[in-house]
């Protein structure tokens, strides 16, 4: 059973568009929602994560939105850049148990930003 | 310089044959995981450890083992039994007060020959 749904599996946007990758989950336990960005042969790394308790979340160019109800979370990434292409994980955590048995992520989105 | 270290970066098995994956941290965290990586299949869970000397298994963890002796390293020995082992493996480690922020080290991929 996949707990996180991430779409779309990849994008293309133009140089100075705005990304928008989403992702969907079923465990109501989870209170904590990073992103990661990961370039070829590298580890992934923060990006930007959100809790429940907000909306939305601002950091320069990436954006999350959050909607507690519907269960679903975004990444936006404005004026994107050729720079930004890389693939970008949703994860969720449940911070029950201390929320070290790890994060359960989706399955990835490939960015391609065309210059 | 602080972070995460895996070696070797590219590792090549011959089938039948357990091979171990090294994964040390200086960030004084003392949580540590490992994750498997496969094209379209995002990472998933193989082990994860809290503390020193204890170690709990993930969503795929048949066919792998782990150690734990230091709270620097974690390594991963992949084993025959494991079916299907070539991929790229993650290692992530995270301070134990703030377990949802995990750090990921560069990985190493393995390709059974």
């Known amino acids: 059973q996949q707990q996180v749904k991430q779409s779309p599996q990849s994008l293309i946007v133009q140089k100075g568009g705005i990304s928008i990758i989403n992702c969907a989950y079923e465990?109501?336990?989870?209170?904590?929602f990073p992103w990661y960005q990961q370039f070829p042969g590298k580890g992934p790394a923060l990006l930007i994560a959100?809790?429940?308790?907000?909306s939305e979340k601002k950091e320069g160019r990436f954006t999350i939105s959050f909607n507690k109800s519907a269960k679903q979370f975004s990444l936006h990434i404005m004026d994107s850049q050729p720079g930004d292409s890389a693939t970008y994980f949703c994860a969720a955590v449940s911070g029950a148990g201390g929320g070290a048995d790890g994060l359960t992520f989706g399955k990835g989105t490939h960015l391609i930003i065309q210059p | 310089d602080g972070g995460i270290t895996q070696s070797p970066k590219y590792l090549f098995r011959k089938e039948g044959q357990n091979v171990t994956l090294s994964c040390e941290q200086n960030l004084n965290h003392d949580a540590m995981y490992w994750y498997r990586q496969d094209p379209g299949q995002g990472l998933r869970l193989i082990y994860y450890?809290?503390?020193?000397?204890?170690?709990q298994k993930g969503d795929i963890a048949e066919g792998y083992s782990v150690s734990r002796e230091k709270k620097e390293s974690f390594p991963l020995t992949v084993t025959s039994a494991q079916k299907n082992p070539t991929a790229f493996y993650l290692c992530?480690?995270?301070?134990?007060?703030?377990?949802?922020?995990?750090?990921f080290g560069p990985g190493t991929r393995l390709t059974v020959l």
């Open positions: 465990n109501t336990a989870f209170d904590y």
């Open positions: 992530a480690s995270s301070p134990l007060g703030s377990t949802d922020t995990q750090y």
């Open positions: 959100i809790r429940p308790d907000v």
């Open positions: 450890s809290q503390i020193v000397n204890d170690f």
